[in-house]
């Protein structure tokens, strides 16, 4: 079959969404971006996804304020880098922690913004993997999109794993404040896990209506949270560092400085994990086209302006670096050494669990949706199964319990090996950071005036430095986790996440060669979606 013929005359301006007669698949003409009313868009928003290949399935319910809620608890900077910063510190002290936080909200920014600029030219609940069916060229679309939807799915399915895991050691910290004797085993923990995964899910079906509520609930608990703890530590520190003791390079991990800052960047981009998650609700928002951007910048907004206050008034409050560096719960004890009261310290760690806690439901939203959307196009194993919307609590219940079932099974490597548990956590990380960048990469490799249509949110020279910059951002990051954490080498420290990169990439091959067949993406209707010279052979 030739290449199809470009759907624009030389020199014409590309829409991206031209206007269609009743007989064609989205059964009614499809206003552009810049035409829609508050009285058109649900419908508008409707007929683009029909154009897309998708029946819209799910309600419009998520306002931008509901969107920003999902998006901002999932990534929850200030929780979330609360979490992981002890690492910081052993690599390259309160610098590492301080200018790395700054350092990675920059990368993330520029990863993410690329990501979303496509997204909203097509929006679809299957996110990267749909872009990239979309835009690929007509030989390589389905190999690409399957390959980056597994990437996608196993990223965000052990995130949140990791997630959970999380929520663990908090409640296993607060216990050990007050036992210092306590130690959960890994029994103890696995339980503990299951019951916090299971009850974290049970509101999307007991009520799954106020779901959108809830996620509003969950920002603001968030944002109070961190002005009362940065509010608190700020009037009960007992100490002052100077403020050059925010240069300080020293740490404990035996890697040169440089080295050791560059690996305290890559930990750094834990603060802002999971951008993508707006995305994959796409669907269930009024005008997808305009208000995904604006909860991207939101959320990572706030989470800068969260976080790096609060670090900062940490690391000039901190007495002992090596009792920090070395506790169970990094944070934990940081905040018993500025407060010097175990009760308030109780009280803020508290807080600080129940937001972990409150951010897992968006993400067991955000799985369950993105499963369902690949498996409405043939991705997973039992997809007919699976690519199913319960009509009565109007959520994909199926991928849901599934997200479920897997993190219970991938739980039971607590009772194996933690340092498994977390090498796996780390890749799959990485592969959810290879999803943002390869619709950008087609986009760069292709050229973005012969790809991307006509858009609501245009970012031009940024978009294409954005474009060109995200992969290489990607690689280095890639390289970067790959290494050990410290020095020397030994059999307990080694980083086995190459192994575990190179075997998933095999798995997702192999499961290529067992599915794929069955994989046939989005049914585009390319008489709407006016992709410029898109390469893409039209059925014969």
Not at 470 to 491: G, N, W
Not at 496 to 510: D, E, K
């Amino acid at each position: 079959m030739a290449d199809r013929e470009p759907l624009l005359a030389s020199g014409e301006t590309p829409s991206a969404y031209a206007e269609v007669d009743s007989s064609s698949s989205a059964g009614h003409a499809v206003p552009s971006h810049q035409e829609l009313t508050p009285n058109s868009r649900d419908l508008a928003s409707d007929a683009i996804l029909k154009a897309q290949g998708h029946r819209p399935e799910l309600e419009r319910v998520f306002s931008p304020l509901a969107a920003l809620g999902l998006a901002f608890s999932i990534t929850n900077s200030w929780v979330g880098y609360l979490s992981c910063f002890g690492q910081n510190l052993a690599y390259a002290g309160p610098n590492s922690v301080v200018f790395g936080l700054l350092a990675a909200v920059v990368v993330q920014w520029t990863i993410s913004l690329g990501l979303y600029e496509i997204a909203s030219c097509f929006p679809s609940s299957g996110g990267q993997y749909h872009c990239v069916f979309i835009l690929a060229p007509h030989k390589y679309k389905k190999f690409a999109a399957f390959v980056v939807g597994w990437m996608n799915i196993l990223g965000w399915s052990v995130a949140l794993c990791s997630a959970i895991s999380v929520v663990v050691a908090s409640v296993s910290g607060l216990i050990a404040l007050w036992v210092p004797t306590f130690h959960a085993t890994q029994l103890q923990a696995y339980i503990i896990y299951v019951c916090v995964a299971v009850l974290s899910a049970c509101p999307l079906f007991i009520s799954p209506r106020v779901i959108p509520l809830i996620l509003q609930a969950t920002l603001a608990f968030s944002v109070t949270g961190f002005l009362v703890i940065f509010s608190v530590l700020l009037y009960l520190r007992q100490h002052s560092q100077p403020p050059t003791t925010l240069l300080d390079t020293s740490g404990t991990s035996g890697w040169d400085t440089g080295t050791a800052w560059f690996l305290g960047l890559a930990n750094s981009m834990y603060a802002f994990t999971s951008t993508d998650a707006a995305i994959h609700i796409a669907e269930e928002m009024v005008h997808p086209e305009k208000r995904l951007v604006q909860v991207l910048n939101m959320t990572l907004a706030i989470g800068f302006a969260t976080t790096f206050p609060l670090l900062v008034v940490m690391m000039l409050s901190m007495t002992d670096v090596s009792r920090v560096i070395n506790a169970t719960l990094p944070y934990g004890e940081l905040f018993l050494q500025i407060t010097g009261s175990k009760i308030v310290t109780t009280i803020l760690m508290s807080w600080v669990t129940l937001a972990l806690f409150s951010a897992l439901i968006g993400q067991w939203i955000t799985c369950g949706r993105l499963a369902w959307a690949f498996a409405r196009d043939g991705g997973l194993p039992y997809s007919r199964f699976f690519a199913s919307v319960n009509k009565r609590l109007a959520f994909p219940v199926r991928t849901t319990i599934l997200a479920l079932v897997f993190s219970c099974c991938y739980g039971l490597l607590y009772l194996v090996s933690t340092t498994a548990f977390n090498s796996i956590i780390t890749g799959a990380v990485l592969f959810s950071n290879i999803s943002y960048c390869m619709p950008q990469v087609i986009v760069a490799l292709r050229g973005r005036e012969h790809v991307l249509p006509q858009r609501a949110f245009n970012l031009g020279l940024i978009g294409r430095m954005c474009n060109y910059l995200s992969p290489i951002f990607v690689i280095v990051i890639a390289v970067l986790i790959c290494f050990p954490p410290e020095l020397p080498v030994t059999s307990k420290n080694i980083n086995s996440t190459p192994a575990i990169l190179v075997g998933a990439c095999a798995g997702i091959v192999v499961t290529w060669w067992v599915l794929g067949r069955n994989f046939e993406g989005p049914k585009i209707d390319w008489k709407v979606v006016s992709v410029p010279e898109t390469f893409c052979d039209p059925p014969s």
